[in-house]
Every structure is written in structure tokens, then in C-alpha cells.
């Protein structure tokens, strides 16, 4: 007998309509590929969209943060504050440069940085903080900049997750000191693979420009010079023409997903998974764009770990499911620099606990309803 399987419903899909894949037809026949006239566009709609900034593009939302440091003159020797629950990425930049990570623990409830925690964490030596807007979740901004304008400390927002954000109604890369945008598939908008980097005056846009193609500078016909030491970051105009096409539809992205959002909290707001002590995201329905959904799973009141319970999701329901993040300093290269387990509960729990569950734009409500009855049945089954 052959069994109905549901399609399969992955935890992330991007959405590229038909007129940006045709656009990506148009520059591939146009004779320029690379960065060109699409970056211009896209650089234009970006500031446009974080109220006149200057914005300037790049290949990753690592690149972005990587020169956002260089830009705020971080360097060997500086300590840079960041948070432990965050992709590997935020934290591996300040390696980069040559700088020390200094980790503060989360909030458990925001899952994002304890502001409380941070001024502990500050020294002489501190140069920077990266904070992470976890899920698109912000922080409490004027506290943040309170913090930061009081001990002169330059801030580089990873806002990767954070495009359509908002804090008191102004968008995310509006305010703020740099701010720095991931355009990766699983991100609100992408590019494919992409970044932007939004700056404060155009001397930083013009420091971005250099440490985004080898640090050139060129000038007329037969003109050019290297002056600092640039990296290899700059974007395909056919990305760029992606991104172009994802930025216009973002307010229906956001909008989307927010009302997925609410389904999910209808949906999780009875049943076996509640009564377990499944951990739901904070409810923000203002600021948060709800780039993910992210439960957190009661392990000691299962009788099968995470790996198991993905298992079940993705080979009973045929559904997909996430992690994000591990705490970043467990890993092996932040253990050989002295990090240990104990040193950030918060973080190690929701890193070793969190789970992500299906939320794109092409989603329906009857999906999530699946989803929802699907870590119901596994926590009815397997729960002690
Ligand atoms: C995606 C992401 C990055 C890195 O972006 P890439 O474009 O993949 O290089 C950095 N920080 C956070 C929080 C992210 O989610």
C-alpha cells in the first residue's frame, strides 16, 4: 500500500517573482554582469528605504560587518561586545580584525543581548558592540545608544536578520550608528548571497567603497591608486537585480509574516506542546519583522533530544525545521580562546533548546496549523 505523504514544507523559502527573474534575464543579456548600474539601483533603493543614509552593497552580511568594524577603527588590541546567541559570523568578524569578542549573556525573554548585563562587560579597552536583532526582534534602541554615547563606544548593528524591522516606527538602518544588512536566501529580502552597510556620512560610504574592491580609488581614463588594504566584497549586478526586485515587496513580506506570526501563537495557545513547556518568542507585533519563529524545546520533559524531535518533524510530517544558533562560544575556536560552558546560561539554553519552525511568505495558515499539530502530537507522544 502506498502511503499520501503531504508535500514537504520547509522551515525557509525565498520568494522571486516572475518580473525580478525576468530582470535577471535582461542584465545577464546586457552586456555588464557584475558591479555596475543594478548596484547603483539597488544602493539608491536601500538608503531610500533607511530615510537618506548612505548605503553602499556588498557580496555577504559578513563582508558588511568586517568593514564596519574597520570603518569604526577597530583594531588588534580593542575588545568588541557581542552576543553569544547569534550566527557564527558576528562573532568571527571581530576575530578578523584582529580584535578580542567579549560576550554578555542574553535576556531569555528577547533571546537577544541583556542590555542590563552590558556595562559589566565594558573596559578601557572596549572599542565596539555588535548588537544582534535576533529573529528581527530589536533591542531597546535609546537604551542601547544610551549605553554607547556614555562610554563613546561606535556601534555596528547586525541587522542581518532586521530588514522591515522597526523601533517607535522608524525602520531599522534608519537610526543608529553603522548598520549592516544580509541579503542570504533565508533572509526577509535576498540577493541570492548579499550585504549592505549603512553609514553615517559619505567619508565612511567612501571607506566602504575602498575596503569593498582592494582599496582602489580611480580617476579619469588612466588613474589609479591603492591606498588601504581592501578585501574582495563587491556584488554581482545580477544579485543586486534580485534584491532589487525582493526590496520592492517588502512591506508585503513583513506584513505576511507577521500575520503568520499571529497564527502560530492562536495555534500554540492550547494543546500538548503548551502544557509541556514549549517556550514561544516574545509576542512583538510592532517592531519585529519575523524573519523566524522560534520555539524552545522542554528537553528534560522529553524522552528524545532535538535532533530526534527534527528528525520526527522532517521524516513523519515532512516538515523542516531549524537551528539557530548554537551558543557561539562553545564552539572549538572559542573554547581554545578560554570560553566554557556555564559562563552564559541564558545563551547555552536557548542555543542548546531552540528550535526554528517553517515561516516564508509563500506559507498558508492551514501550513502552520500543521506545523503547530505536528510538535503537538510529538510532545503528546514523547512527553514525560
Ligand atoms: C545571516 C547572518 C549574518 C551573515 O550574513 P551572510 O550574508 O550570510 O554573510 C550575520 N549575522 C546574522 C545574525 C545573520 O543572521
Redesign the pocket.
Known amino acids: 500500500m502506498t502511503q499520501e505523504f503531504p508535500p514537504f514544507l520547509p522551515f525557509v523559502r525565498p520568494e522571486i517573482d516572475e518580473e525580478t527573474i525576468q530582470g535577471v534575464a535582461d542584465v545577464l543579456r546586457s552586456g555588464w554582469i557584475t558591479t555596475g548600474p543594478q548596484n547603483e539601483a539597488f544602493e539608491k533603493a536601500l538608503s531610500t528605504f533607511c530615510g537618506g543614509r548612505p548605503v553602499r552593497t556588498f557580496?555577504?552580511?559578513?563582508?558588511?560587518?568586517e568593514v564596519g568594524l574597520r570603518i569604526a577603527g577597530v583594531q588588534p588590541g580593542d575588545e568588541v561586545i557581542t552576543t553569544p546567541a547569534?550566527?557564527v559570523?558576528?562573532a568571527n568578524?571581530i576575530l578578523e580584525v584582529g580584535a578580542t569578542p567579549v560576550f554578555v549573556d542574553i535576556d531569555p525573554r528577547t533571546r537577544n543581548i541583556d542590555l542590563g548585563l552590558l556595562e559589566k562587560a565594558i573596559t578601557p579597552r572596549t572599542k565596539a558592540i555588535i548588537p544582534?536583532?535576533?529573529a528581527g526582534l530589536p533591542l531597546d534602541m535609546d537604551r542601547l545608544y544610551e549605553i554607547a554615547r556614555a562610554y563613546k563606544l561606535r556601534v555596528i548593528e547586525?541587522?542581518?536578520?532586521a530588514l522591515g524591522s522597526t523601533w517607535r516606527g522608524e525602520r531599522i538602518g534608519k537610526l543608529g550608528d553603522i548598520v549592516?544588512f544580509?541579503?542570504?536566501p533565508?533572509?526577509n529580502v535576498t540577493s541570492i548571497?548579499?550585504?549592505a552597510l549603512v553609514v553615517n556620512d559619505e567619508r565612511e560610504a567612501e571607506l566602504a567603497r575602498k575596503y569593498r574592491l582592494q582599496g582602489i580609488t580611480r580617476k579619469g581614463f588612466d588613474g589609479m591608486d591603492c591606498d588601504l588594504l581592501g578585501g574582495k566584497y563587491n556584488l554581482t549586478d545580477v544579485a543586486a537585480r534580485v534584491g532589487l526586485g525582493q526590496l520592492a515587496q517588502i512591506d508585503r513580506f513583513t506584513a505576511k509574516r507577521r500575520a503568520l506570526a499571529r497564527v502560530y501563537f492562536e495555534r500554540f495557545g492550547k494543546g500538548a506542546a503548551r502544557e509541556l513547556g514549549v517556550g514561544l518568542p516574545l509576542a512583538d507585533f510592532e517592531n519585529s519583522n519575523w524573519?523566524m519563529f522560534q520555539i524552545t524545546l522542554p528537553l528534560e520533559r522529553l524522552s528524545l533530544d532535538r535532533a530526534g524531535f527534527m528528525q520526527k518533524m522532517h521524516e513523519t510530517y515532512r516538515i523542516g525545521t531549524g537551528v539557530?544558533?548554537p551558543a557561539i562560544h562553545l564552539f572549538t575556536l572559542y573554547r581554545a580562546r578560554g570560553f566554557a560552558p556555564g559562563m552564559f546560561p541564558h545563551a547555552e539554553r536557548f542555543g542548546a533548546s531552540t528550535l526554528t519552525l517553517p515561516l516564508f511568505t509563500q506559507m498558508t495558515d492551514g501550513d502552520v496549523a500543521r506545523v503547530v499539530d505536528a510538535v503537538d502530537e510529538i510532545c503528546e507522544h514523547y512527553g514525560k
Open positions: 557580496n555577504s552580511g559578513t563582508a558588511t560587518l547569534s550566527w559570523a558576528t568578524v544582534v536583532y535576533l547586525d541587522a542581518a536578520q549592516s544580509s541579503f542570504h533565508n533572509k548571497e548579499g550585504g524573519h539557530h544558533y
